[in-house]
Antibody, heavy 119, light 106 residues
C-alpha cells in the first residue's frame, strides 16, 4: 500500500530555515516523479517543486533559489529544504507521488504538514 | 510560466444540476491537464487526467474535455457530495494549478 507521511513543519521566524521530510512506503521514491504542493490558509493549491526519476529538479518562481528538493533512495525519503523563509511561505505543505508523470492519484498524497512563518 | 485561469471562481448550483467549469491556459498544454476535487482539511482527489480520462473510482457523472488552451470539467447531475472546490492542473511545462472554483449549494 502506498503511503506518504510528512514531518518537519512548525513555527519559524522570517529568514529562518526548515527542512520538511516525506517518508514513502509501498513504492520507491526514485521510481516516480515526486512533487511538493502547498496551500496557504484559506487559499488555493500552489505547486512548489518536482524531482524527476533521474534527479532533475524544478521549482516555482516563488521559491526558486530558496528551496531545494532532494531524495534519499536508501531511506526512501523525499525532502524540501526551505531557506530564507517569508511570511508568504506559510502554508500546509503536501508531498505527492506522480504516477504517471504529472498525475497524483488516490492515496498518493501525504497528510500535509503546516509551516508557519511568523515572528 | 504557464498561467491557468479558472471560471467561475464561485458557482452556486442545486442537486441535480448540470455544471461546467472552464480552465484556460496562457499557452498550449496539449492534453496534459488534470482536474482535482478538494474538500476542507483534505488533500486533493484526482478526478480527470490527460484532459478527458476518468480516474479510477470516480463517478461517471464527471467528465473532462479540451486540448491546447481551453478545458472544461462537467458534472452531469450534481450530488450532495460534489459540493467542494475544484482545481485544474497542468503538467505540460513544470506544473501549475488554476486558482480554484468553489462549488456551493444554491
Amino acid at each position: 500500500e502506498v503511503q506518504l507521511v510528512e514531518s518537519g513543519g512548525g513555527l519559524i521566524q522570517p529568514g529562518g530555515s526548515l527542512r520538511l521530510s516525506c517518508a514513502a512506503s509501498g513504492f520507491t521514491v526514485s521510481s516516480d516523479y515526486m512533487t511538493w504542493v502547498r496551500q496557504a490558509p484559506g487559499k488555493g493549491l500552489e505547486w512548489v517543486s518536482v524531482i524527476n526519476t533521474v534527479g532533475g529538479t524544478y521549482y516555482a518562481d516563488s521559491v526558486k533559489g530558496r528551496f531545494t528538493i532532494s531524495r534519499d533512495t536508501s531511506k526512501n525519503m523525499l525532502y524540501l529544504q526551505m531557506n530564507s523563509l517569508r511570511a508568504e511561505d506559510t502554508a500546509v505543505y503536501y508531498c505527492a507521488r506522480e504516477s504517471p508523470r504529472g498525475v497524483v492519484g488516490t492515496n498518493c498524497w501525504g497528510q500535509g504538514t503546516l509551516v508557519t512563518v511568523s515572528s | 510560466d504557464i498561467q491557468m485561469t479558472q471560471s467561475p471562481s464561485t458557482l452556486s448550483a442545486s442537486v441535480g444540476d448540470r455544471v461546467t467549469i472552464t480552465c484556460r491556459a496562457s499557452q498550449s498544454v496539449t492534453t496534459e491537464l488534470a482536474w482535482y476535487q478538494q474538500k476542507p482539511g483534505k488533500a486533493p482527489n484526482l478526478l480527470i487526467y490527460q484532459a478527458s480520462n476518468l480516474a479510477s473510482g470516480v463517478p461517471s457523472r464527471f467528465s473532462g474535455s479540451g486540448s491546447g488552451t481551453e478545458f472544461t470539467l462537467t458534472i452531469s447531475s450534481l450530488q450532495p457530495d460534489d459540493f467542494a472546490t475544484y482545481y485544474c492542473h497542468q503538467y505540460s511545462t513544470y506544473r501549475g494549478f488554476g486558482q480554484g472554483t468553489r462549488l456551493e449549494i444554491k
